[in-house]
């Protein structure tokens, strides 16, 4: 390390471009902010030593220098806005609307958006965010976070604290506001330092010169910001993790109980009840809204539920001892919590079919009078109903949610659900050898044969309403909330308070006075002229206006 | 309670004539012989037409509030009303900092056409479905709206900056530019006019059209330049259209949006004609002459430090409360519905500003185009995500 000596005696790292004590530029370091002659300072991080602009010579060097650049860092932000928007061109992939014809994205995209759609889904953009290449950005993202905060933060601290009132007079010189005051009183020295008090500034003095400061802390507010951004980046990748966050999804009927998913047959859910409550369509208030909508205006989803714990997990396949944990009801902003889970009400199904019930009678009785009847579950079949005269019902198939495949002109069922049930029955009879068939469900009764001697009618049904639940366990929620509350107090500090300083300088009679503020330049400028106001001395110049070649170099931050 | 909804409304007509008596006493101050910094007399009167215009606002929102039961902030209307209003909010606050009378002159309008074209939407009262009935919806969007309403006055200092600085003297890409910003300004007024009048004409029109295996009816209240695909007008005695909507355009409604987009293109080149035959320049090149008393450097602090408050409470707003809402409604903080993405883009466009200012010393005209470019991504998060992309937050 070759350590600098200024004139002030002050020993800085290698790298300085202003002496860390007395602020004297560095002469030949002067580069390195870009700094020249005709220049104001750069005064951005106090002339610093930073390692990114002082070492290039290993790869990590320049890996360093790489990450720690600004210009890098707003290009990774810009490339990931750019990307973000292009997985907003069409729906993603979880958003494709349930009624589509095929859910299907390798279907969905072409059919719905024709060629568009197809390169779309060709070039993964259905499912953007969860992209390898997406990650990688966000994650070079939060390196170049990790590196352009240490790179920087450490070296200002380090000025920040080593900064001594007296300063050389070519840093109060090449500040950007500036003034020479000549023939200054006594009183007048008194009543600055006085005012400067006033104003709240931190006032140090040394030998006459003195630095007033305030909202120093202001400077590490990005730090801060950053620091708790890098804690939601980290809470994301805990949350790849199956023990910190699970999520689950559950269909029950009503007074259906059965085991939660995703809590390993600890707890078991009981739907008591799904309710839809609508808004009264001639509520004076609503009623032309409502009408506007087709007259349907849902207030309120909610599934009444009881959540059950299951005592006794150690032996699987016995039955579960139950203990009751919790009821409650579900609404959607208002989700039931129980020992680190929640339940979300995020679905529901209406009439679905309970049970039906059919009548069997003689296909030549005019009056269809019943000869027997029976019920059957729907959710849970039996598979034959026998009758005291002899008469015996099997169900051959059951289609709980019957379509005809025009294609095959098969009967087919389209999933598990008991929406649209549909049966083939087999019917035997002790006159006959071999059974008789036939086909009801809703609307239909059909006899293939046209010879049967007994038909099948439905006679009656119930309904039940289905709640969907989404269960949750999310253990990285704390961390994002820090991690969003830190980011709040760093931005709030960094934006909502300024770094200000003045420095005064006795010069034989007279006074030098030097300002400088890492924003808002008018609030410094009228902190200095209630300050002066009633003295002799003179109102600072912004050099930056009056000298046009003073424009700050754009790139210099590299 | 309908008392109560015809306060509020009067309220709010009240309100936009104020804030229209206000702009046009902005523009007097122009004429003032005083230095920036003194506010005069008629920087006084307008800005206390300001004040009393906001007054009338907020009554027009408390009382619907009030008789809605819930936070008038719901849907299309009245969201855009309340961005109108954290618009005059922000601009109060960044004019008793810095006292800028030419601030004004430019807010008032932002805030007016934001009103009027919010009045295009449905204005009735409407029930609050399931998903949005939590305190979360006042605390999230009124934060949203104040932020975005700072935001805006960052836009309209960026703007005032451009059209001062940019070189009008022969045509180049900047003045170019600005006349595309200044004429997507014009199309908005286009917009409110062109409904506006069919509005009062009762005007109407219905085409069915296939979609799938169904077919639907559109109804239009503007004269049909182009019908959906594949329509059939059944309206009786009104002009058919002239073409027929690219059958790309797939959204709901969407060959009725794309025909509201053509009239307001429409009427906002005819009045931009207008202008340029009237002026016989630029129209940036026309308003420059009137800027020549103000502080461009002062312009551009306000520029900043518009972003400087306004970007965190974005934060807050529009991703952490949005997140905190989102994680009791829907099970989850984050789930990339385009509304959200788009929140993330305005987050990372100003994110990028900052750095671009702080540490790269990006200024003035550069500076000035990202707070432009910045309310562009806000408004176009309001309108065409709403409106074109469909997603969660579909309201209106």
């Known amino acids: 390390m070759n350590k600098i000596k200024c004139e002030c005696g002050h020993v800085n790292p290698e790298g300085t471009v202003l002496c860390e004590a007395c602020g004297k530029p560095i002469e030949e370091n002067q580069h390195i902010d870009g700094n020249n002659q005709k220049r104001l300072l750069n005064m951005r991080y106090e002339g610093s030593s930073r390692r990114s602009l002082t070492y290039n010579k290993s790869i990590i060097d320049k890996i360093w220098r790489f990450f720690s650049s600004v210009k890098v860092g707003v290009w990774l932000i810009v490339i990931a806005l750019v990307a973000s928007t292009l997985g907003t061109i069409f729906p993603q992939a979880i958003y494709i609307p349930e009624n589509a014809a095929s859910r299907d994205p390798a279907i969905y995209y072409e059919d719905q958006f024709g060629i568009f759609g197809k390169v779309y889904y060709q070039l993964g953009l259905y499912d953007l965010y969860s992209s390898w290449w997406y990650m990688i950005l966000i994650a070079l993202i939060g390196i170049s976070l990790v590196i352009c905060s240490i790179d920087r933060f450490v070296p200002l601290r380090r000025a920040l604290k080593m900064q001594k009132p007296k300063r050389h007079e070519t840093f109060l010189n090449r500040q950007r506001l500036y003034s020479v005051s000549t023939n200054i009183s006594h009183e007048d020295r008194h009543h600055l330092k006085k005012m400067l008090k006033k104003l709240r500034y931190r006032v140090r003095n040394e030998d006459g010169h003195i630095l007033a400061e305030k909202g120093r802390f202001s400077r590490w507010g990005p730090y801060v910001n950053h620091i708790g951004l890098i804690i939601i980046l980290i809470a994301s990748i805990f949350r790849m993790s199956p023990f910190l966050y699970m999520e689950d999804y559950v269909w029950t009927r009503e007074g259906e109980q059965k085991v939660i998913p995703g809590t390993s047959g600890e707890y078991y859910i009981e739907n008591k009840e799904f309710i839809i409550e609508m808004y009264d369509e001639d509520d004076e208030r609503f009623k032309d809204a409502i009408a506007r909508m087709g007259g349907r205006a849902e207030k309120n989803f909610q599934s009444n539920v009881v959540v059950y714990k299951n005592t006794d997990v150690s032996v699987p396949g016995a039955e579960p001892k139950l203990e009751k944990v919790k009821e409650g009801q579900i609404e959607l902003n208002h989700p039931l919590k129980f020992d680190g889970y929640a339940l979300y009400q995020s679905g529901f199904q209406e009439n679905e079919f309970s049970n039906m019930s059919f009548k069997l009678y003689e296909t030549n009785d005019p009056d269809q009078k019943a000869i027997e009847n029976f019920t059957v579950d729907l959710a849970s079949p039996e598979t034959e109903y026998k009758f005291d005269n002899g008469l015996r019902v099997v169900i051959d198939k059951y289609y709980p949610n019957y379509y005809l495949d025009e294609d095959y002109g098969e009967p087919r069922s389209e999933s598990n659900d008991p929406w649209n049930p549909a049966f083939v029955f087999k019917v035997y009879s002790p006159d006959n050898e071999s059974p008789e068939i036939s086909f009801a469900g809703i609307g239909r009764n059909i006899d293939p044969t046209g010879e049967n001697q007994y038909k099948l009618g439905i006679t009656d049904f119930e309904t039940h309403d289905v709640s969907g639940l989404s269960v949750r366990r999310d253990y990285t929620l704390p961390l994002f909330g820090l991690g969003a509350l830190i980011f709040m107090v760093g931005v709030v500090q960094g934006m909502y308070w300024q770094h200000r300083r003045i420095w005064v300088h006795p010069k034989g009679e007279g006074i030098l006075l030097a300002a400088h503020t890492n924003k808002n330049w008018f609030g410094i400028k009228k902190d200095i002229e209630r300050m002066i106001a009633g003295t002799n001395l003179q109102m600072v110049v912004d050099q930056q206006t009056t000298k046009k070649n003073n424009e700050i170099k754009e790139d210099n931050d590299e | ?396």
């Not at chain 2, 809605?68 to 009303?81: D, I, K, L, Y």
């Not at chain 2, 309403?149 to 836009?155: A, E, K, N, P, T």
């Not at chain 2, 059209?163 to 022969?170: A, L, P, V």
């Not at chain 2, 004429?183 to 219905?206: H, K, M, P, R, W």
Request: charged share 10%.
């Open chain 2, 1 to 396: 309670m309908s008392n109560l909804l015809t306060l509020s409304s009067t309220m709010l007509y009240t309100a936009f004539a104020f804030y229209s008596f206000a702009t046009i006493m902005f523009g007097v101050t122009l004429t003032d012989k005083n230095k920036q910094k003194k506010i005069g007399i008629s920087g006084m009167i307008a800005v206390s037409l300001t004040i009393i215009g906001l007054f009338a606002q907020l009554t027009y929102f408390v009382t619907r509030w009030i008789a809605a039961g819930h936070a008038p902030v719901s849907n299309m209307f009245e969201f855009m009303t309340s961005l109108g209003m954290g618009i005059v909010i922000a601009f109060i606050i960044i004019y008793f900092i810095y006292r800028l009378n030419i601030l004004g002159l430019f807010a008032l309008p932002v805030a007016l056409i934001l009103i009027a074209y919010a009045s295009m939407f449905p204005t009735e009262l409407s029930p609050l479905q399931p998903s949005l009935q939590s305190p979360w919806l006042y605390i999230h969007i009124t934060t949203v709206a104040l932020s975005q309403g700072i935001l805006g006055i960052s836009f309209v200092a960026g703007l005032i900056y451009l059209i001062k600085q940019i070189d009008q003297n022969k045509r180049n890409k900047g003045n170019m530019w600005l006349e595309i910003v200044l004429f997507s300004l014009i199309v908005c007024i286009g917009f409110i006019s062109s409904t506006t009048t069919f509005n009062a004409l009762d005007y109407q029109a219905e085409f069915e059209y296939p979609s799938g295996e169904s077919i639907l009816t559109a109804e239009y209240n503007l004269p049909a330049i182009a019908a959906p695909k594949d329509s059939v007008l059944i309206t009786e005695g009104v002009q058919d259209a002239l073409f027929e909507a690219p059958g790309w355009l797939q959204g709901s409604n969407a060959a009725k949006k794309f025909n509201t987009l053509l009239w307001s293109l429409i009427v906002g080149l005819i009045l931009y004609g207008f202008l340029r035959l009237l002026l016989r320049k630029r129209i940036g090149a026309a308003i420059q002459p009137l800027l020549k008393n103000i502080n461009a450097d002062l312009v551009d602090e306000v520029t900043y430090r518009a972003v400087a408050i306004g970007f965190p409470l974005f934060t807050l707003g529009a991703l952490i409360f949005a997140s905190i809402w989102a994680q009791i409604a829907w099970d989850r903080f984050w789930g990339w519905d385009p509304k959200e993405v788009w929140a993330l883009v305005t987050w990372f466009f100003y994110a990028a500003f900052l750095h671009l200012r702080l540490s790269r010393g990006w200024h003035g005209e550069k500076s000035s185009w990202l707070a432009v470019g910045g309310f562009a991504i806000i408004m176009f998060n309001l309108i065409v995500v709403n409106l074109v992309i469909a997603g969660l937050h579909s309201y209106a």
